[in-house]
C-alpha cells in the first residue's frame, strides 16, 4: 500500500507536469499566432521600406579567417545596393552614401551619370574608392601601385588575411582609388560627342539585304563636324563610298568613321581634340543626300555608335 500511495504521489506529480506543460504549450502556440499577425502586418511595410536600400550586400567580405587581428581597422567598407528613385540625381546618392559621383558612376558602368532611371537599381559603395576583379596572377601590390593606394588598406576593408590570400574572379574594394580620366569621361557622358546635331535618318543594323554600319545623321551642307572624341587622324581622304572620310583613332582599341564630308579640316596624322572640326557635311560617295555617316568600330568591328553617343 504504501509502495502503491508512493507510487501515485509521481503520477499525479507527472499529471500536473503534463497540465502545466499544455499550458505553457497553449500560450506559446497564442504568442506565436500573436507574433505571425503582427509579422504579416508588419512586413509588408518593411519590405517597401527595404524596396529603395537593401542590405546586406552584394558582395559580403568574410571575416578574418585567423587569430592575427588585420593590420588596420576594418573600414566597414561596403556595397550595398540602391534603387533610385523619381528625381535623384548622382550626386544626391553620392552624397548620401559618402562616396563621390565618379566613384559611383564607373562602379555601375554607366555611360551617362546625368540618365538616371527611376527604378534603376545601382551598387553603391559607401566610401570613395573603385571594385577591382582580380585576374590570374594579380598580386595587392600591383593593384595598389597601379591606382597609387595602400596595400594594408586593400587588405584591411576586405578583410584578406595577406597579399597571397586573393581568388581570381573576387572582386574587391579598393579603398580611395582614384578612377582614370577617360573612365571618368565616359561614365559622365562626357567621352562621346555627336559630330553634327540632326535628325537620324538610317540606324545601325540590317538595311536592303544588307547591312548598315553606322548611323545616318542628316545635316546641310557645309555643317562643321566635330570629332566624337580625341584622337589621332589616321585616315582623311576618299575611299569608295565613303566619299570623303575622316577616321580617327582613339587609341584604345576604337575608331569613328565619318564619311560623305564635302571637304575636310584635317590631314592625316593630325591630333584631334574631342570636338575639334574634322571637315564639312557634304554628300560626296554613295549618298541621297547631305548627311554624316558615324561609325564607331571596336577592334575595328563596326559597333552601335548610339551605345556610346550620350
Ligand atoms: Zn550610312
Redesign the pocket.
Known amino acids: 500500500m504504501v509502495s502503491g500511495k508512493c507510487s501515485e504521489q509521481p503520477n499525479r506529480y507527472e499529471e500536473s507536469t503534463v497540465r502545466l506543460t499544455r499550458k505553457v504549450f497553449t500560450r506559446g502556440v497564442v504568442l506565436c499566432l500573436a507574433l505571425a499577425l503582427v509579422w504579416a502586418l508588419a512586413a509588408p511595410a518593411a519590405a517597401a521600406s527595404l524596396r529603395t536600400l537593401r542590405t546586406p550586400p552584394i558582395f559580403i567580405p568574410p571575416p578574418p579567417v585567423n587569430d592575427r587581428e588585420p593590420l588596420l581597422p576594418p573600414l566597414q567598407a561596403q556595397i550595398v545596393e540602391y534603387e533610385v528613385r523619381s528625381g535623384d540625381t548622382i550626386w544626391d546618392i553620392a552624397s548620401a552614401f559618402g562616396t563621390d559621383p565618379d566613384s559611383l558612376a564607373i562602379i555601375n558602368e554607366m555611360s551617362n551619370a546625368n540618365r538616371l532611371q527611376p527604378g534603376q537599381l545601382l551598387r553603391v559603395l559607401n566610401m570613395p574608392g573603385l571594385l577591382y576583379r582580380v585576374d590570374p596572377g594579380d598580386e595587392v601590390a600591383d593593384i595598389a601601385d597601379a591606382y597609387g593606394i595602400n596595400s594594408e588598406d586593400i587588405l584591411a576593408v576586405n578583410f584578406i588575411r595577406s597579399g597571397d590570400d586573393l581568388t581570381v574572379g573576387q572582386e574587391i574594394i579598393l579603398p580611395y582609388a582614384r578612377p582614370a580620366r577617360e573612365a571618368v569621361l565616359a561614365a559622365r557622358g562626357e567621352l562621346w560627342l555627336w559630330p553634327v546635331s540632326g535628325r537620324i535618318t538610317?540606324f545601325f543594323g540590317p538595311r536592303w539585304g544588307s547591312f548598315?554600319t553606322?548611323i545616318?545623321i542628316s545635316a546641310p551642307t557645309g555643317t562643321p563636324v566635330a570629332a566624337s572624341r580625341g584622337g589621332r587622324v589616321v585616315f582623311a581622304g576618299w575611299r569608295g563610298s565613303y566619299g570623303n572620310l575622316v577616321i580617327v583613332d582613339h587609341r584604345d582599341g576604337k575608331t569613328t568613321w565619318y564619311a560623305h564630308l564635302s571637304r575636310f579640316a584635317v590631314g592625316t596624322g593630325a591630333w584631334v581634340e574631342r570636338g575639334q572640326t574634322l571637315g564639312f557635311v557634304g554628300s560626296t560617295g554613295r549618298s541621297t543626300g547631305p548627311h554624316v555617316?558615324l561609325e564607331i568600330r571596336v577592334h575595328d568591328q563596326p559597333q552601335n555608335p548610339l551605345n556610346f553617343l550620350p
Open positions: 538610317s548598315h553606322g545616318d555617316h
